[in-house]
């Protein structure tokens, strides 16, 4: 590490010690509550997703959901002749329980890397965001295709943490025997989209998804796409209209504008997988993390020739309402290969 970067490194420890109240940073300390949630604020802030999403600190590693949706209908009469007036139960949390999960998010920059950023004013800052926009990425991975929990992860073989936390869609597999989560068409194992397919087009399977969602449950919903669903849309509206430029602009607005089965689409999602639709309000999604349990470091570790920056924190994913959500099983789905067949 240059003189000048050490100076910067050092000043940004100090800062960040004064900060957080501590006397180094370079041993693990305790993030309070306070600036916990100002830290999550940052990370939020670093996604277009995560801000329309909820992220919620609760006190417990195991407890009741926080937020859940409504149900039913609360206004009525009674004879008060004869009966009390009684109320209503009308928040509905699906499965009732969250549980978190302790999750360590560690990197490093090597500091070929913090030479060349010590130059810039704003070093700090440039290095906060990248840390936070990392935590943000991942956990938005995870959310997507988190299956299971392992007491150690493996990387190599779970590349995108499928064994760090149970994400949404998984949730969403396991509740009430999968009865928000479609597996299959006509054939086993697969999910026909296209012509002479179960379903002709991504508007029909967006119906399919929004049906299995109870009427009074249909609030603020959307369909989330994936990439190659969108891909095909494209395809098909191409074959239709034609190849002139001006048509090719249509077809370009008319997929992203369109309203399927009522719904508006989102496309844009970080890493939701290429073939997933998902139909949920937004709002229906939650991070949950334990308060009090953030930890954080920062190393010179000169051994490696890195500074290497330790977080971690028990969070978990919840769906405050599994009956307001429906999915296909993205790993199922096959599109036309253009031949008859399908792939």
Same mark, same amino acid.
């Given at each position: 590490?240059?003189?000048? +970067?050490?100076?910067?490194?050092?000043?940004?420890?100090?800062?960040?010690?004064?900060?957080?109240?501590?006397?180094?940073?370079?041993?693990?300390?305790?993030?309070?509550?306070?600036?916990?949630?100002?830290?999550?604020?940052?990370?939020?802030?670093?996604?277009?997703?995560?801000?329309? /999403?909820?992220?919620?600190? %609760?006190?417990?590693?195991?407890?009741?959901?926080?937020?859940?949706?409504?149900?039913?209908?609360?206004?009525?009469? +009674?004879?008060?002749? *004869? *009966?009390?007036?009684?109320?209503?139960?009308?928040?509905?949390?699906?499965?009732?329980?969250?549980?978190?999960?302790?999750?360590?998010?560690?990197?490093?920059?090597?500091?070929?890397? &913090?030479?060349?950023?010590?130059?810039?004013?704003?070093?700090?800052?440039?290095?906060?965001?990248?840390?936070?926009?990392?935590? $943000?990425?991942?956990? /938005?991975?995870?959310?997507?295709?988190?299956?299971?929990?392992?007491?150690?992860?493996?990387?190599?073989?779970?590349?995108?943490?499928?064994?760090?936390? /149970?994400?949404?869609?998984?949730?969403?597999?396991?509740?009430?025997?999968?009865?928000?989560?479609?597996?299959?068409?006509?054939?086993?194992?697969?999910?026909?989209?296209? =012509?002479?397919?179960?379903?002709? *087009?991504?508007?029909? =399977? %967006?119906?399919?998804?929004?049906?299995?969602?109870?009427?009074?449950?249909?609030?603020?919903?959307? $369909?989330? $796409?994936? +990439?190659?669903? /969108?891909?095909?849309?494209?395809?098909?509206?191409?074959?239709?209209?034609?190849?002139?430029?001006?048509?090719?602009?249509?077809?370009?607005?008319?997929? &992203?504008?369109?309203?399927?089965?009522?719904?508006?689409? &989102?496309?844009?999602?970080?890493?939701?997988? !290429?073939?997933?639709?998902?139909?949920?309000?937004?709002?229906?999604?939650?991070?949950?993390?334990?308060?009090? !349990?953030?930890?954080?470091?920062?190393?010179?570790?000169?051994?490696?020739?890195? %500074?290497?920056?330790?977080? !971690?924190?028990?969070?978990?994913? &919840?769906?405050?309402?599994?009956?307001?959500?429906?999915?296909?099983?993205?790993? *199922?789905?096959?599109?036309?290969?253009? $031949?008859?067949?399908?792939?």
């Amino acid at each position: 590490m240059k003189e000048r +970067t050490e100076l910067a490194f050092s000043k940004m420890k100090a800062d960040m010690a004064k900060t957080y109240g501590v006397a180094t940073v370079e041993k693990e300390f305790s993030v309070t509550p306070t600036l916990a949630q100002r830290l999550q604020d940052a990370i939020v802030e670093n996604d277009d997703f995560l801000k329309s /999403i909820n992220i919620v600190p %609760v006190d417990e590693l195991k407890g009741q959901k926080v937020i859940g949706g409504v149900s039913g209908l609360m206004g009525k009469r +009674t004879d008060t002749d *004869n *009966n009390d007036r009684q109320t209503s139960e009308l928040l509905t949390l699906g499965s009732s329980d969250y549980e978190l999960h302790f999750t360590e998010f560690d990197t490093h920059m090597r500091y070929a890397t &913090v030479d060349a950023w010590a130059k810039f004013k704003d070093f700090q800052k440039r290095y906060g965001d990248w840390v936070r926009h990392a935590i $943000a990425l991942a956990r /938005i991975k995870v959310g997507w295709y988190g299956t299971s929990a392992a007491a150690a992860t493996d990387p190599g073989t779970n590349p995108n943490g499928e064994d760090l936390n /149970i994400g949404w869609l998984e949730l969403l597999r396991q509740y009430n025997g999968g009865a928000q989560w479609f597996t299959q068409g006509g054939t086993a194992n697969q999910i026909q989209i296209g =012509a002479g397919g179960d379903f002709a *087009n991504l508007d029909s =399977a %967006v119906h399919a998804l929004l049906v299995m969602i109870d009427p009074m449950r249909r609030k603020d919903l959307v $369909a989330v $796409a994936g +990439t190659d669903l /969108i891909a095909e849309e494209k395809a098909r509206l191409y074959e239709a209209l034609g190849q002139t430029p001006s048509e090719k602009e249509r077809v370009e607005n008319e997929v &992203v504008t369109k309203v399927y089965a009522s719904l508006p689409l &989102v496309t844009d999602l970080p890493f939701f997988p !290429s073939r997933g639709l998902l139909v949920t309000s937004l709002k229906n999604l939650s991070i949950y993390y334990q308060e009090d !349990s953030w930890r954080r470091s920062i190393v010179d570790n000169a051994k490696r020739s890195r %500074v290497e920056d330790f977080n !971690s924190v028990n969070e978990g994913y &919840v769906i405050e309402d599994e009956e307001a959500a429906a999915g296909f099983e993205f790993g *199922n789905v096959m599109l036309p290969d253009g $031949a008859g067949g399908w792939q």
